[in-house]
């Protein structure tokens, strides 16, 4: 029986089996519930999606929330809304911890307003002990899905409407990849895109591979075209996603490299920048390099996250290069992209990292000289091989090296930043600035920020930003006419 809406009735229609035409019969079905429970609450209803975690989620979020607005939801904060949704990320353990959190809170103002819906997507779900737990001891919630059926959403939502019970649809993996899907971009001028989706590298520390799956690649027609629209609809900055951009096009049926890639997308007229991310060191090509330093387009920034600087623990985790080899790697980068700027992601304490392996990354951190870099305490992952390592570190060991390092690594990342004071630069102007109202935030080709004096309108503009000072992780600037 339907609990929720009991007025409605179960339509006999026949349901297509094909995606995305199931997808949108379900948006059409659960427009008809929203639109039941606008009438019974008298004001409209409103969603919010919470994203976790890294940027694939975030992409993922934009698809969950165009979903959400075709059927008929308004998007509000956190606060207010009927519907909310957590799309969580679990690649270390603190993120879990923060969404039991927040869930806990959550309990007391769903039993008062019994019309509300809670939905938990992505990665933490596809960890069977999460889902078994929540299903034992967070009876609230509404709808749970992983990251492999976030297309269903849709349908998951008129299945719950439908029923008085926990809707769970947790898929182990998968080869599909759904096109053509709504979605809502977070900015109008740039947009993050999807080239590949799940990881083959299984790093020891790493859950990823687990809850993300096998890698597969989209269709370079289909990415070219989505890109297309979107140039159209006036985006001039695209970030490409995937776990391990560099291994893009192993796994299609006509196969081909990412540095081709960047090639047919450099061709589409309008795109200004191309960004991309996560590069793996030991799949970073040769051709890649060239196609870099040749394009007009590709931003000059690369994250290359190098994880340690000791080969010994680089072996331990399953990274498949050497310090050596990474160093060399830099080198030649910066031979091809002389200005390019240079960010990664470090773990400290991995297990069995001594104090001279440790030494070994400050002295790769010193040699590379990143513009940032993303440090994290190791966290154990039930399930990957680095778990069950013996001498896992002392916490207090762990945490004076992670202070140690962020602070080689900040006055490093100031000095690195600073040396483009008194330059002018290309920058994409993104918002008005949080701090001062007549300022405008921007973007340079290489991922740091400036703030100059502008109007509103020229945000979603590439303009020129003559650099006057520098304070420490972003500069002030003067608009150039
Ligand atoms: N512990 C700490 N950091 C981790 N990362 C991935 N797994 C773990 C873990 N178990 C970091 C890596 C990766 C980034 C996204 O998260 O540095 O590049
Ligand atoms: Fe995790 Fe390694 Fe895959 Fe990155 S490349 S997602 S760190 S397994």
């Known amino acids: 029986m339907n609990m929720m809406n009991p007025d409605i009735s179960l339509s006999n229609e026949t349901v297509p089996v094909s995606e995305p035409e199931r997808q949108y019969y379900y948006i059409e079905k659960a427009k008809t519930y929203v639109e039941a429970l606008r009438e019974r609450l008298g004001r409209p209803v409103t969603f919010c999606v919470t994203t976790f975690g890294c940027q694939m989620n975030a992409r993922d979020s934009e698809k969950l929330r165009g979903i959400l607005e075709q059927i008929g939801y308004i998007e509000a904060e956190e606060e207010e809304a009927d519907f909310i949704i957590y799309n969580t990320c679990t690649v270390r353990e603190n993120a879990n911890t923060r969404v039991y959190g927040r869930l806990g809170q959550l309990k007391p103002r769903k039993q008062k307003n019994p019309h509300m819906m809670i939905g938990l997507c992505g990665c933490m779900m596809q960890e069977p002990e999460v889902v078994e737990k929540l299903k034992k001891s967070y009876r609230f919630v509404d709808i749970i899905f992983g990251t492999h059926n976030i297309f269903k959403f849709a349908e998951l939502i008129v299945n719950r409407f439908e029923s008085d019970r926990m809707v769970i649809d947790i898929w182990k993996d998968t080869d599909q990849i759904i096109e053509d899907l709504p979605n809502d971009r977070k900015y109008a001028f740039k947009s993050g895109v999807n080239i590949m989706f799940g990881c083959n590298n299984f790093c020891s520390y ?248 502008g109007e509103e309108t020229l945000i979603g503009k590439l303009v020129n930003v003559h650099l006057t000072e520098c304070k420490g992780f972003y500069y002030l600037g003067e608009l150039v006419e």
């Open 206 to 453: 790493c859950i990823v591979p687990y809850v993300r799956g096998r890698e597969r690649s989209r269709d370079p027609k289909a990415i070219v075209r989505e890109i297309q629209k979107m140039v159209a609809d006036g985006v001039v900055e695209v970030m490409l996603l995937g776990q391990n951009v560099n291994s893009y096009g192993k796994t299609l049926e006509q196969p081909m490299t990412f540095a081709q890639l960047l090639k047919e997308i450099e061709q589409i007229e309008g795109l200004e920048r191309i960004r991309f991310m996560t590069s793996h060191p030991k799949d970073l090509s040769d051709e890649l390099i060239q196609v870099m330093g040749e394009s007009k387009k590709i931003c000059k920034h690369l994250h290359l996250p190098v994880q340690s600087g000791s080969s010994r623990i680089l072996k331990k985790m399953n990274r498949r290069y050497t310090k050596e080899q990474y160093l060399d790697l830099v080198e030649r980068i910066r031979a091809a992209v002389p200005d390019i700027s240079l960010t990664t992601d470090i773990i400290v304490g991995f297990p069995g990292e001594t104090e001279e392996d440790f030494q070994e990354t400050l002295d790769v951190v010193r040699k590379v000289r990143y513009d940032s870099a993303f440090t994290f305490i190791y966290s154990k992952r039930t399930g990957t091989p680095a778990a069950a390592m013996e001498d896992q570190v002392p916490e207090d060991v762990v945490k004076d090296r992670f202070d140690r390092l962020l602070k080689e690594v900040q006055t490093i990342a100031a000095e690195v930043c600073s040396v483009h004071e008194g330059t002018t630069q290309t920058v994409l102007a993104e918002s008005v600035s949080d701090h001062d109202s007549t300022m405008i935030t921007g973007r340079m080709s290489n991922n740091l920020l400036v703030h100059f004096k």
